[in-house]
Nanobody, 126 residues
Framework: FQLQASGGGLVQPGGSLRLSCTRSGSTLGHLAVGWFRQAPGKEREGVLCLSSRGFVEYTGDSVKGRFAISRDAYKRVLYLQMNDLKPEDTGVYYC????????????????????WGQGTQVTVSS
């Protein structure tokens, strides 16, 4: 199924932003869901992953204590709350779904995932 991320924009360092991810026409289903990002000139990295049971099973080292993942009670919307944003958080943010959170670790092709959404640009700059 197709995922769509939204909510990106330009924010000053230290600011906050909340991204959303929805599945067209339906819920997010009984899958692990989460976020990746890719900064200019850098490899894609996992940010956060929420298991199908609602547990955070992956958190990227660079976002610990600043970013949080959640979803609404009806599993219709996945959120990424980003606080204390830094210029190095700049990049395109993608939401993805898979059976487990295992693929948030290491390097994997987007084709390996159950679903991969269009990204949303986040720019942190003064």
């Amino acid at each position: 199924f197709q995922l769509q991320a939204s909510g990106g924009g330009l924010v000053q360092p230290g600011g906050s932003l909340r991204l959303s991810c929805t599945r067209s026409g339906s819920t997010l289903g009984h899958l692990a869901v989460g976020w990746f990002r890719q900064a200019p000139g850098k490899e894609r990295e996992g940010v956060l992953c929420l298991s199908s049971r609602g547990f955070v099973e992956y958190t990227g080292d660079s976002v610990k204590g600043r970013f949080a993942i959640s979803r609404d009670a009806y599993k219709r919307v996945l959120y990424l709350q980003m606080n204390d944003l830094k210029p190095e958080d700049t990049g395109v943010y993608y939401c993805a779904a898979d059976i487990w959170c295992d693929r948030w670790r290491g390097s994997h092709s987007t084709a390996d995932f159950h679903s991969w959404g269009q990204g949303t640009q986040v720019t942190v700059s003064s």
